[in-house]
Nanobody, 122 residues
């Protein structure tokens, strides 16, 4: 199983980007969970999450600017980022539960994408 994040790049402040996170491989079930980011010299931090019931949560720093969504049938999650700020510059990581067989333990099916770099210039 692989979880691939994409869509990062260089954008000016005020601009927008849409990140995607897609799973591939031998998959029994896919449940996209959320996005995190890690800025240079800082710890990885929570950005947004989405539950099986489509309840969403956001970090205060991105609330009102970022929107998380997913299409589990397509094994893909998304992060729409608007009004980007220089402080949003970071490597963005996606997280999903990807089971390869029925009954697989959650601890064995938690996957992270490799990260996609978002750079916001002032």
């Amino acid at each position: 199983v692989q979880l691939q994040a994409s869509g990062g790049g260089l954008v000016q402040a005020g601009g927008s980007l849409r990140l995607s996170c897609a799973a591939s491989g031998s998959i029994f079930s896919f449940n996209f969970k959320g996005w995190y980011r890690q800025a240079p010299g800082k710890q990885r931090e929570f950005i947004a999450s989405i539950t099986a019931g489509d309840d969403t949560k956001y970090a205060d720093s991105v609330k009102g600017r970022f929107t998380i969504s997913r299409l589990n049938a397509a094994r893909t999650g998304y992060l729409e980022m608007n009004n980007l700020k220089p402080e949003d510059t970071a490597v963005y990581y996606c997280n999903a539960d990807v089971k390869q067989y029925r009954g697989q333990l959650d601890s064995e099916s938690d996957y992270w994408g490799q990260g996609t770099l978002v750079t916001v210039s002032s």
